[in-house]
């Protein structure tokens, strides 16, 4: 070997790389050792396992078979008591139809005998509008008849004194059906 004081900066620098890919080297190896051991021992935990997990899978099942065998008995036994429940709230209810129909008769009967009432009402008032709307109607049209004829007589009474007038037999209206004549 050489001594620190004879070598210079890059003989420290390529040593210092010599001893890092020595320092790689040697850890690579390790951890190569390492993973063939733990492959091993992984190989042989998978053999003393594979026993052991059918026997696994099979408590599973029995369990899983037993839980599920308590829940078909717990929801036989809860819908057996839901039916019972029913049959007897039936029974009560099944004495009580009787007086229930008996009622809903009487109010419907009451319903519908209001209804027809008050349908009638309505129908009547209904008629009396009409009625009402005809006595308009006709009273309307008699009072433009009426209107008509008037301005008629009077169109008539126009042409008639204008005719006269035309005629030189001049009368003043105002003197007729009086007694100067």
């Known amino acids: 070997m050489q001594k620190l004081e004879t070598i210079d900066t890059e003989g420290l620098i390529v040593i210092q790389v010599a001893q890092l890919e020595k320092e790689k080297k040697e850890l690579n190896e390790r951890l190569r050792i390492i993973a063939k051991r733990v492959d091993h021992v992984e190989r042989a935990y998978r053999k003393e396992e594979r ?63 209001e209804f ?25 049209r008699e009072e433009e008849r009426l209107r008509i004829e008037q301005e008629e007589r009077t169109r008539r009474a126009k042409e008639e004194e204008e005719r006269r007038i035309a005629a030189g037999e001049y009368i003043p209206m105002s003197f007729v059906g009086s007694e100067v004549f």
């Open 51 to 113: 026993p052991l997990l059918s026997q696994d899978y099979e408590e599973q099942q029995k369990s899983d078979r037993e839980a599920f065998e308590v829940y078909q008995k717990a929801h036989r036994e809860a819908s057996l008591r839901e039916h019972q429940e029913n049959m007897v709230a039936k029974s009560r209810l099944a004495r009580m139809k009787g007086d229930y129909e008996a009622r809903k008769e009487v109010l419907i009967s009451k319903k519908a005998a």
């Open 116 to 140: 027809t009432k008050r349908k009638e009402v309505a129908h009547k008032r209904m008629e009396e509008e009409k009625a009402k709307r005809r006595t308009a109607i006709i009273k309307a």
